[in-house]
């Protein structure tokens, strides 16, 4: 048995508790409620840890690549540059992946993963994961190979679930999503991530003309191109270019988003419709996307981002409030990926995962209002301790054990730079 206090509890799933204690054993809660440990962190605040939606921890060393760059040039650098990887390389990246995520208090992830590699860092360090691994083809047989091939290469276990990502539907089949969706493992996919998607299926034409790996135009917009096979078993990224009956789609038919509005922002691709999607009671929770196209893995940043954007999109400040913000980031993206029965929120029976948020010297402390206090004056800076199934897998206080870590990570990129650009 472990417990640990702190001066507030945020379970997310019931009122903040002054003063709170979470008490744990064989990696799930056994009890929340008020109390104090002998483990205990004063001007800190105990919440569940973050479920990220959407990333891709083996890009953990890919930040500014083409910054600013049109889309067909960004990914050309990108393609240019992993291909002066090696294997260890990219296993060395997506180690330094898993730390910055534990580091910002994310205790589990949905990543799409290139080359397998994040299955095997997650595993390793001790991240909850659901391991997409990504095909590109527009013949199903195509990504039938591509699956064995990086499947073989990755064990499924402990906290690593594995499933398959066909890429996104201007660069798969629908014929291809049909095979993803037929194997009975997770599947998730990006899908309207900017309008350009939109001028390839439909004419042919625009910024996504000349990449190798596109599938023929099919006439039809994105969502419209997908619909057949839109269901709550694909999990969307992005969802940024979205018309109306889009939105009412999506919600209708169940269809998991993870929102991404950092990298939506940087890319430039727009803002995605937060609220109509929240409103239309569409399954949407928060993904910090990677270091290729965000600066970070930052989650705090990524909630602040979304809170902004959908203030400032909407024109109201009530558009979304801190505590939505953090249930977002928490037990939403844990109904996004089918895992709210396990974690999300700090309540007996559910798994260990937690994080220890230090608000000591912010400006919220003494704290008002615990939830703003985490969304607006948290960091990585103030994570003092991440525990994932019952273990403590990152503790501020010891970031000596992660120099090999980000050494080996910083060579990797190196690599990458070397030949540039
Ligand atoms: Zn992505």
């Not at 500014?64 to 992993?82: M, S």
């Not at 910055?100 to 949905?110: M, N, V």
């Not at 705090?300 to 981002?305: I, K, N, Q």
Request: one cysteine or more.
């Amino acid at each position: 048995m472990s417990e640990i206090s702190a001066g507030w509890v945020l379970p997310v799933g019931g009122a903040p508790i002054e003063g709170g204690l979470v008490r744990f054993e064989n990696g799930r809660i056994t009890f929340v409620g008020p109390g104090r440990a002998t483990r205990h962190f004063d001007d800190a605040v105990i919440l569940p840890g973050f479920v990220n939606a959407h990333s891709h921890l083996e890009y953990a060393s890919y930040a500014g690549f083409g910054d600013g760059a049109p889309f067909a040039p960004w990914l050309k650098l990108h393609v240019e540059r992993k291909g002066r990887l090696r294997p260890e390389d990219m296993l060395a990246v997506a180690r330094l992946g898993v730390v910055e995520s534990l580091r910002s208090g994310i205790t589990t992830a949905a990543d799409y993963s290139f080359s397998g590699a994040a299955a095997l860092a997650a595993g390793d360090l001790g991240l909850r994961a659901t391991v997409y691994l990504e095909v590109f083809a527009a013949d199903a047989r195509d990504a039938e190979r591509q699956w064995l091939e990086k499947r073989a290469r990755v064990t499924e276990g402990g906290l690593v679930r594995i499933g398959i990502s066909p890429h996104a539907p201007y660069t798969c089949s629908l014929e291809t999503y049909r095979f993803c969706l037929s194997l009975g493992v997770p599947v998730g996919t990006h899908l309207a991530e900017s309008a350009h998607e939109d001028e390839w299926l439909l004419h042919g034409s625009g910024p996504l003309q000349g990449i190798p790996i596109l599938v023929p135009p099919t006439g039809k917009r994105a969502v419209e191109t997908l619909e057949p096979v839109l269901g709550p078993g694909l999990l969307c990224a992005h969802c940024v270019a979205l018309e109306p009956r889009d939105v009412a789609l999506i919600a209708d038919r169940d269809v998991p988003v993870a929102h991404c509005p950092r990298s939506n922002a940087l890319l430039g691709c727009g803002i995605a419709p937060l609220t109509l999607l929240r409103d239309a009671g569409a399954r949407v929770g928060l993904g910090t996307d990677s270091p290729a196209s965000t600066p970070s893995f930052d989650l705090f940043e990524e909630l602040r981002t979304a809170i902004y954007l959908a203030r400032a999109r909407e024109g109201r400040a009530d558009a979304l409030p801190a505590a939505e913000a953090l249930r977002l980031a928490t037990i939403d993206s844990a109904r996004a990926l089918r895992l709210d029965a396990e974690v999300g929120t700090l309540a007996p029976g559910k798994r260990a995962d937690l994080t220890v948020v230090s608000l000591a010297g912010s400006p919220y402390h003494p704290v008002e209002d615990p939830a703003a206090a985490v969304v607006f004056g948290g960091s990585p800076d103030r994570v003092l301790e991440t525990i994932v199934d019952g273990v403590t897998r990152y503790r501020s206080e010891d970031e000596e054990t992660w120099r090999e870590v980000r050494n080996i990570a910083s060579a990797a990129r190196l690599r990458m730079l070397a030949g540039a650009p």
